[in-house]
């Protein structure tokens, strides 16, 4: 019997390469393949790379971004594209948790009382969102605001306070041998994919985000749940200020801003975080634990290019080309889904 004439269930199965061009584009194929050839080869030649110290330091880097793009992701997978004020949002919260430390409140008080700020700047933005605002329009508009009221309430000037202080633990402390902000950059991955996963609200995300018409169909309006999760991101926001605070011992509203970990602005970095990890920014597609992948992937080609002694420009320009690298295999991949339906 020729192979022609063999039963279909006998014929030879197609390889994982074959599956893999099968399934997705040759073109996107080979321009993540040159790109994993070129991250390989810097990440072989940087001198002390593969070191644990060098490893726990790319972590340690990842975390505020990737703090900052897991509550960003709620945002994008529900079909609400980014929240632009999250710097300015981490802004107004620096000053206010360092005025509450400077004044002598104490660390849980100062804590709450930047929550508060997190709270209404996300609530806000989320109900306008919400009633039909465009997301970028309305959180362009939130992000003068929130800044202009820290530069306001700060005269742009430093706040300051003395160590020790009971922030300490969180800025400079460590737990087996992890800093402090790694252990709560790992443990929020955790709690934030167990909350998309396995909770009604995070299958709420995901459906909202896919179909807005099967949203409302269901009784998921998005006026709730663009509340939500701007509040989500806003309280990240705020718990990556509180954390910074509590490493430098200070607090001013340019933290976040210009060269922030000298590779660019902190909201460029975390929409670079989200999009490098491969959620979609229409929403329904995607995971905080792609983001945080994200993060640590972005924070390991900074480390990388600092090894190999390249300054900020070059690194900010790295970043800026990762989100155009993103966008274009992506597009790349609907292209080719559309083309075989």
């Known amino acids: 019997m020729s192979s022609a004439s063999q039963p279909i269930n006998q014929l030879p199965k197609p390889s994982i390469l074959e599956r893999l061009v099968q399934r997705h584009s040759k073109l996107a194929i080979a321009l ?3 790109f994993i050839i070129i991250f390989v080869y810097g990440m072989v030649t940087a001198p002390n ?29 529900s079909g609400n ?4 004020s999250m710097k300015e949002t981490a802004a107004l919260c620096i000053i206010a948790f360092a005025t509450g430390m400077a004044s002598g ?28 605002g465009n997301p970028i329009v309305v959180t362009l508009g939130a992000a003068g605001v929130l800044y202009g009221l820290g530069a306001y309430w700060s005269d742009n000037l430093v706040v300051s306070y003395r160590r020790p202080h009971g922030a300490e633990w969180l800025g400079t402390g460590s737990f087996l041998g992890l800093p402090n902000i790694t252990v709560a950059f790992i443990l929020i991955a955790i709690s934030a994919e167990l909350l ?12 909202i985000g896919a179909n807005r018409a099967a949203g409302r169909a269901t009784g998921h309006e998005n006026f709730w749940m663009a509340i939500k999760v701007c509040t989500i991101a806003s309280v990240c926001s705020a718990f990556v200020a ?58 390991t080609v900074d480390n990388m290019m600092v090894l190999h002694g390249f300054n900020s420009g070059p690194r900010v320009f790295a970043v800026g080309l990762m989100i155009v690298f993103s966008i274009i295999v992506f597009a790349i991949l609907r292209r080719g889904s559309r083309s075989e339906e």
Request: proline content about 0%; glycine content about 12%; hydrophobic content about 55%.
């Open 32 to 34: 993540v393949v040159v």
């Open 49 to 77: 790379f593969l070191t644990l110290f060098n490893l726990k330091t790319i972590i340690r880097d990842a975390a505020l971004v990737g703090i900052m793009a897991i509550g960003l992701t709620f945002v994008t997978l």
């Open 81 to 84: 594209f980014f929240l632009l």
């Open 105 to 132: 409140w104490g660390f849980e008080l100062s804590f709450l009382f930047t929550m508060v700020f997190a709270l209404l700047a996300g609530i806000s933005q989320g109900a306008l969102i919400g009633i039909g």
């Open 196 to 207: 998309l996963r396995k909770t009604s609200f995070g299958r709420q995300v995901y459906l």
């Open 242 to 299: 509180i954390a910074f605070s509590a490493q430098v011992s200070s607090a001013q509203v340019n933290y976040f801003s210009s060269e922030f970990g000298s590779s660019g602005d902190m909201t460029i970095m975390v929409i670079a975080t989200v999009m490098v990890g491969g959620n979609s920014i229409m929403g329904g597609f995607g995971s905080t634990l792609r983001s945080s992948f994200g993060a640590i992937f972005i924070s």
